[in-house]
């Protein structure tokens, strides 16, 4: 069976940066379990998975706007530190909620001075090319109830 809109797909993969730094893995662990099409995977991955079989072996270069977008420094804000929550850490790499006009999105902490704090609202690899290596470990045909709530049934992933 290929891949396709709707298959259930099962991934082992890892993901590394251009210089060979390995930010991501599902080594050691469970393979990624996914619904092809419905906007699981960053679209990059997506389209270099479309038509593969199990055991398929791929490795791609993907480009910031076919992952996970370009940096916007508009979404790079000084906040004075009496405006960040009481008792918060204040170091960088420090994950925050924030809401905004666009709803919930997740800031990162990126530099800190006297009074203030910077918070960069890009996702953490905005900017940067993606290098993947997959392999395709399981690809069935999805129920009829998968799409449409978004994510995999089955045991151990998930369960109503
Ligand atoms: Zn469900």
């Given at each position: 069976m290929k891949?396709?809109?709707?298959?259930?797909?099962s991934i082992d993969y890892t993901l590394t940066d251009d210089s060979g730094t390995e930010l991501d893995s599902s080594r050691g662990g469970d393979p990624l379990t996914y619904i092809h099409g419905v906007g699981d995977l960053i679209p990059g991955l997506e389209r270099a998975l479309l038509g593969k079989g199990i055991g398929a072996a791929i490795k791609v270069r993907i480009a910031p706007e076919d992952g996970?977008?370009?940096?916007?420094e508009n979404m790079v804000a000084r906040v004075p530190r009496s405006h960040m929550p009481k008792g918060a850490p204040l170091d960088v790499g420090t994950q925050f909620q924030a809401s905004g006009p666009e709803g919930e999105q997740v800031v990162r902490l990126v530099k800190?001075?006297?009074?203030?704090?910077?918070?960069?609202?890009?996702?953490?690899?905005?900017?940067?090319h993606?290098?993947?290596?997959v392999t395709v470990v399981a690809v069935r045909a999805a129920t009829d109830e998968e799409p449409e709530h978004?994510?995999?049934h089955g045991p151990g992933v998930h369960h109503h």
């Open positions: 891949i396709s809109d709707h298959s259930v797909v996970y977008g370009l940096r916007d800190v001075e006297d009074d203030a704090v910077w918070l960069d609202a890009n996702h953490e690899l905005a900017g940067v993606l290098n993947f290596e978004g994510h995999v």
